[in-house]
């Protein structure tokens, strides 16, 4: 108990060159000090190994209630909400994609000329070449209505009506020139209520051939501006393209 | 489990500075662990950025990260803390090194690594001769039965030999303690080591 007051008043204090000398002395003189100056240092070293020691679990135990406490659902939260928000960025740009990307000229024509141009109204008291090709039009068979629409125009290149339906036959044999040619002449005549460009500006978006669409976007214009027939349907179709 | 209330009061009532951790190391009272937690966890974000930057893996990073933070501990409880830096700084410069010790695999076990420390302190003070006579004999030293029989002498013995091992004064551990005064806690703390010196000779 003196002697290890003694030892460690020695390490703790500031001793004085003869307490030094003293020290040593003793240490060198006698073996059961210097095994209490050994015991005293080695007993100090284990306990501040073992403060540490504790440290280090004391850590390791703060360490494992944060990851467990907050960080495990916190970050997957975190990764759930970029997740969700990523799904919202892609879906939000799928839509505006769909909504906003320009719809197929073709497609348009061909939604067009399926609810529109596959039948038209027979005058069921008549009977004349007119109502013989409209028969035949709305019979599906457009080669004869072609020739028949064709037939009266030749013969009277006033019947505005035949040149019409012979460009209507035409665009959905698919004989596409001789359709714009129809309409062409068509929209150049005065009438109360001219399809010309309307029907060419549609013969074009069918045939979908380079420049048509551009060409398409400037006719549908001219009828929407001049208030021509088929305006409404112009006025929707230029908003897609 | 340890209870983080008290920590996270600490860390989010003041958004708690280097002045504060370090006074809080530096006062050595009962709060002094709350302190330490409270370092530890400041910059904990460390051991990922270690475990990333040199590849090691999580239990070696957290253990270069606890041997870090145990390190400032008694740097700034020592006074060898100089505050030219930051604590962040500090920290992350010796956290660095430990990092680099994980990744030579060059470092030592901790026992030696802390032997180190403690008795050069100590024996730098006397004579080459002596000092040879005592490393000799430290070297003798069974220091896994040290620890075990420390661990076995009583929860307050432990304890007063820890805090003085860790550069509490007989006066701070008297206070923690219970002691009425300092010289009361001084002469009980040596009573301990002596029974320990018992203990290990048994």
Known sequence: MNNLEYIEDYFKGTPTPDEKKSFDERIQNDTSFAEEVAFYVSGQQAAADMANDERRERFRQLNFNQRAAQPAKVISLRRAIIYAAACVFLVAVVMSWLFFKPV??????????????????????????????????????????????????????????????????????????????????LSTKSLYSNPGKFYLALTL????????????????KEVVDQNLEGKDIAEQWLKKM | MINLEPIKAIMQSTSITDTDIIEGLRRKDNRHVEYENALYLKFAYFIEEGRHKYSVNYEDAFSAYSDAVITVINNVVNANFQERSSLKTYLYQIFHNKCVDQVRKNTTKKNEMHHGFVLTDALNTMSDTSKTIVQQLIEKTDFDLLRKRLSQIGENCKQMLLLFADGFSDKEIATMVGFKTAAVAKTSRLRCMEKLRHMYKQ
């Open chain 1, 205 to 220: 978006m069918k045939r979908n051939q380079a420049q048509d669409k551009e060409r398409a976007h400037i006719l549908l």
């Open chain 1, 104 to 185: 197929s000229t073709e497609k348009l024509a061909n939604q067009y000329i399926d609810s529109q141009l596959t039948t038209f109204s027979v005058n069921m008291g008549a009977h004349d070449n007119m109502q013989e090709g409209l028969e035949q039009y709305n019979a599906g068979k457009l080669e004869e209505s072609l020739k028949t629409f064709e037939s009266i125009y030749k013969n009277d290149n006033t019947k505005d009506l035949a040149e019409r339906y012979a460009g209507i036959s035409a665009l959905r044999l698919q004989q596409y020139d001789k359709a714009i040619s129809y309409f062409e002449d």
